[in-house]
């Protein structure tokens, strides 16, 4: 165990990074006694690789693998009806306990399915993928998707304890390594100018996927998160400068429909638009400007994107759900590791921010 970080909230938890997955039953036994039952969800491939190491420590443990199909879609009310049916097969009650092994995805919906499942069952945040280590399995979100829109039915539902292994990233494709890297950016721009600096000095090793790297940008990406979240755990505030780049990163994932840009694609390019919006409004000198496209540029993220239509993303950017009344809300970085909230952002400005990231 490298490092244990305690999180205050209406429910306090705590996060223990460098945990192996062999060693989480010994942690619960002592926590829990040993004769829960448990139930771990999880994505196929996560299964293949990592549940053999996971069992390892459960041996006191009655264990059922509820194991859910790959893909956003997924987080939805017929999977959620889907567990529950399996839930019920494997006779859990209100003493057991689901174990989300997996990506943020598993995490949002079997933490979802942990607040609603018998009014509520506990929960532990296993997370496998680089975004939900540094950011999805901290602060308490769980959610799924509706029709009408994205994370429309979820709870802030705090887990019993995040426990990070972060050797699963090891086997997690680039596509996905990229998208936690993108949050971890953002992380480093609005809160942690150190973490900037180290990403830039280490862009090569973060490249060649060395370890030791990961570990650390990682430690110190979620340390920004927590932060965030321990002062505004309900999102009334603070809570909200983690958007960055997302106002403008979910019009282009809308736009696309949710196919051909990833959503740390989306992202990056959002915090380069709000980049040059805080630019434009003489908030962010031009030499910071220049450092977050030369870090994005360098860690293989883009910084730009080719045909679109500024008119369409602008009029997509009315559904965020930060908007309020009918203004757009905006996150802009003020200097490398500060960002504010900006609630009088024109049409016009934002479409020139649009206009500077569509070549
Ligand atoms: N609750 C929050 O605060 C919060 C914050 C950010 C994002 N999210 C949510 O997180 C979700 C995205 O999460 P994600 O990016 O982790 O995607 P994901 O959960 O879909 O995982 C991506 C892919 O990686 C695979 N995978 C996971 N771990 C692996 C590993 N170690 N090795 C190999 N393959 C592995 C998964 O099976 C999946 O195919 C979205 O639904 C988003 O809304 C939630």
């Known amino acids: 165990m490298k490092q244990k970080i305690e999180v205050a909230s209406s429910r306090p938890y705590s996060i223990y990074l460098g945990a192996a997955l062999e060693d989480l039953g010994a942690y619960l036994e002592k926590e829990l006694g040993g004769s829960e039952h448990l139930l771990i969800v999880t994505h196929p491939s996560v299964k293949e690789i990592y549940l053999e190491r996971l069992l390892k420590g459960l041996n ?19 999977r959620l009806s889907i567990l529950t049916a399996e839930a019920v097969a494997c006779a859990a009650d209100r003493h057991s306990v689901v174990l989300a092994l997996g990506g943020g995805v598993i995490g949002d919906l079997a933490g979802f399915f942990a607040s609603v499942y018998m009014r509520g069952i506990r929960f532990v945040q296993i997370p496998t993928t680089l975004l939900a280590q540094v950011d999805s399995s901290i602060g308490g979100k769980t959610a799924v998707n509706h029709p009408s829109g994205k994370n429309l039915l979820g709870a802030f539902y705090p887990p019993l304890v995040v426990w990070t292994d972060f050797s699963t990233l090891q086997t997690l494709p680039w596509e996905e390594v ?10 480093a721009i609005l809160g942690d100018p150190d973490l900037f600096s180290f990403l830039e000095t280490h862009h090569r090793e973060i490249l060649d996927r060395v370890p030791e790297v990961y570990e650390e940008l990682a430690t110190r990406s979620l340390q920004v998160k ?35 840009i990833s959503h740390g694609q989306g992202v990056s390019i959002g915090i380069i638009a709000a980049t040059y919006l805080a630019e434009a409004r003489g908030l962010i ?44 809300v905006l996150i802009l970085p003020d200097k490398i590791g500060h960002a504010i909230v900006v609630r009088d952002a024109h049409d016009e400005e934002i479409l020139q921010a649009w206009h500077k990231v569509i070549k």
């Not at 990229?178 to 992380?187: D, I, M, P, S, Y």
């Not at 932060?227 to 282009?252: C, I, P, T, W, Y």
């Not at 360098?298 to 602008?314: A, F, R």
Request: glycine fraction near 8%.
């Open 60 to 78: 006191a443990f009655k264990c059922d693998v509820l194991v859910v199909p790959v893909g956003e879609e997924e987080k939805s009310l017929e």
């Open 226 to 260: 927590v932060k965030v979240v321990v002062e505004d755990e309900k999102e009334k505030g603070q809570r909200m400068l983690l958007n960055l780049g997302h106002s403008f990163g979910h019009a282009l994932e809308t736009e696309a429909v949710y196919q051909g």
């Open 285 to 328: 000198t031009s030499a910071e400007v220049s450092r977050i496209l030369n870090l994005v540029n360098s860690l293989g993220l883009p910084i730009d994107i080719q045909g679109k239509d500024p008119e369409v993303l602008l009029h997509l950017m009315e559904a965020d759900k930060k908007n309020q009344n009918r203004h757009k």
């Open 178 to 187: 990229q998208n936690g890297l993108a949050e971890t950016v953002k992380h």
